[in-house]
């Protein structure tokens, strides 16, 4: 494993499992300290010990608390001196079925989460120092955001809406910082549950690459993403999907 990530510090939001506990996973592997957050103290704890503590700080909140953010922001750059990176991971679906029918209330909530929470962390880090020194922010939309995907079709709105407003970040804010952003289709961990867990071989027959994403299949992405190896790299959004796209699924 090489050590790119040497003397560099990420934020990774809703990262006490799944995606961006990975993510997390493969920064400190190749040298980074990494501050990584989620609403519940229990598993962020947990996390944290499997990241080992000199490597790793958990700070428990809401991700769409502005509170939080500056909370998370000034305890990362207290223990370790700055902010390089940012992955925005942290994503809710709370409802399933025909948008026609979703509460409003059940929307502006995860539109908060999935779009505006993005944008104020993003906000956060930029006027904490990588504004000034620059640094690479990796947003997590969802194949779900390319095209219709019934049942989680507001859910798919929002990370369409992410999608967009990685691209307009990252002309904004070039070329100190560069912003890209990550669309996975059926990855598995206990947020796509209901999306596999009782027909999972029939899921994964639709995929070309025959089999369902893990959450390995999306770190070592982004991680490129973020690193300097991705240097001329802003604005973009890696599809990893199996190929599932090609045929029309997600």
Sequence with gaps: MSKRFDGRVAIVTGASRGIGLAIAERLVAEGAKVTITARKPEPLAEAVESLGKDNALGIAGKADDLEHQAEAVAKTVEAFGRVDLLVNNTGINPAYGPMIDLDHGVAQKTFQVNVLAALSWTQQVFRAGMGEHGGSVL??????????????????????????????????????VRVNAIAPAVVKTKFATALYADNEAEVAAGYPLGRLGIPSDISGAAAFLLSEEASWITGQILVLDGGSTLKGGM
């Design 139 to 176: 947003n997590v939309s969802s194949v779900a955001g390319l095209n219709p995907a019934p049942g989680i079709g507001f859910y798919g709105a929002t990370k369409a809406m992410l999608a967009h407003m990685t691209q307009e970040l990252a002309v904004e804010l070039a070329p100190k």
